[in-house]
């Protein structure tokens, strides 16, 4: 049984999540700058594209969600395809070309140049979303890198990178998760929405 006088996991979980937090005040130029890109974007017609994989993948569809229905007011559904949703287009891409592809591809059949493409890694090294990253770069997308650690491959990619500088994958993903509604209330500060 664990003492009374010891601190919980919860605890030093907290403590960790608390002193990265008092950090991310230095992204304020970057999120603030892809939360700009991405409703021009919005507002010349253009869609905003996200790609990760396992938790980030979560925070894909999370962030579309949050477009395609609202976020804090009631307003107009605004353009935001997570392409980690389609298992059929995954599973195809994955077995016919590599996994390597599977966002790169849905990318060149769903993206035009105008349009935004969030990559979300924790490391900045996920092969798939680097692969998307240049490709978005080929198309003439932008490509805002939702980062973590030192922001890795993807960071010299990103037209936007925002780097959250820790090193445990469970304290970035929740700062992704802050940085993410923000660029949803960005967004819809921007476009007059909110």
Known sequence: MMSSSAPTLFQSNLDEHLRLFH?????????????R???????QGGKLLLCGNGGSAADAQ???????????HE???LAGIALTT????LTCIGNDYAFDEVFARQLRALGRSGDVLIGISTSGHSANVV???????????VFIGLLGRDGGALKPLSDVAI????VVTARIQEAHLLIGHTLCGLIEHELGLA
């Open 131 to 141: 692969k998307a990253a240049q490709t978005a770069r080929e198309m003439g997308i």
């Open 62 to 72: 999370h962030i579309a969600s949050e477009l395609t229905g609202r976020f804090i």
């Open 23 to 35: 950090q991310l005040a230095t992204l304020t130029p970057e999120v603030n700058e892809a939360g």
């Open 163 to 166: 780097v959250v500088p820790s």
């Open 37 to 43: 890109r991405i409703a021009a974007a919005l507002a």
């Open 86 to 89: 389609d298992s059929s287009a």
């Open 75 to 77: 307003r107009r559904p």
